[in-house]
């Protein structure tokens, strides 16, 4: 029994120490896939690399402005985008151009879009503005104010509004408001102003000035056109000031170097 385990134990060491032939080819095929995988990943990110460069070489070959540009110049517009180019086509920050471009006074909105191969397309959405505010300023339909270079402001027959700072869109909505009350009687609102205190003053076409106060300016241009309806209408040139701020009335002052009507 003791040389038959002594022989086994001999056979037992002889096949451990024989080549395992198939284990080795197994690993030495799991370190080659490795190796080619890692080559893969390898030639692929160098790949993408190569295009991205190749990419970002392509260079924007046009720009193309389009928009009915009335305010706006074409070259004031051209030096604003150059300096976004350099990155080339594929680089291009769409929105940091199109907000380069809004901080013009006259563009309301800028579109900015690739249009492949190498074109980059602008449109362009001037103002458009309803009012004069202030001193110098416009006024636009949305409220916003904004501030034309000095001497090209295009407000010829557009009427006046001011006020204090934060007061744009409540102006704007009285001044619609206080319109289709005067347009009634075609009358037109030239110019309209809220003060410091909050108090309104109102100026017609051909000067005459209401007088409005600071509370409730709607009622009290009601009680104006009513007056106006029955009273001033036909001698309405010869006034000069009209003050709504009374309870039961109004007071009106006359041009006096106007005659009245029918006084020969």
């Known amino acids: ?21 198939p284990q080795v080819q197994r690993e ?20 993408v690399e190569q295009l991205g460069r190749q990419l970002d ?37 769409l929105e940091a151009i199109q907000s380069e471009l809004e901080q013009e006074p006259w563009v309301y909105r800028a579109i900015v879009e690739r249009v492949w191969p190498r ?10 503005p309803i009012a004069a505010w202030g001193n110098g300023g416009l006024l636009n339909h949305r409220g916003k104010i904004f501030l034309p270079a000095k001497g ?20 704007m909505r009285q001044y619609r408001l206080m319109s289709q009350l005067l347009g ?7 110019r309209l102003e809220m003060n410091d205190r909050g108090a309104w003053t109102a100026t017609l076409n051909g000067g005459a000035v209401l007088v409005l ?9 009601r009680r104006f056109m009513w007056v106006y309806r029955h009273q001033l209408a036909a001698d309405f040139d010869r006034v000069k000031r009209v003050d709504t701020r009374y309870i039961n009335g109004l007071a009106v002052a006359w041009d006096e170097t106007k005659g009245a009507k029918g006084n020969g």
Do not use: C
Request: a negative charge.
């Open 57 to 93: 070489a392509i260079p924007v070959d046009r720009v193309v402005f389009a928009g009915d540009l009335q305010h706006v110049s074409r070259d004031v517009l051209v030096d604003r985008v150059t300096g976004h180019l350099a990155v080339g086509y594929v680089g291009l920050d």
């Open 28 to 47: 030495w095929g799991r370190i080659l896939n490795r190796l080619v995988l890692i080559a893969v990943v390898i030639a692929f990110v160098y790949g």
């Open 1 to 21: 029994m003791q040389l038959l385990s002594g022989k086994q134990n001999r056979l037992k060491a002889r096949k451990s120490a024989a080549p395992k032939g």
């Open 213 to 221: 106060g600071r509370y409730e300016p709607l009622e009290k241009l």
């Open 119 to 128: 074109e980059l397309k602008i449109t362009i959405v001037e103002e458009a």
């Open 152 to 171: 090209v402001a295009d407000n010829a027959g557009l009427p006046l509004l001011s006020g204090p700072d934060g007061s744009a869109i409540e102006i």
């Open 184 to 190: 009634d009687e075609e009358l037109i609102l030239q």
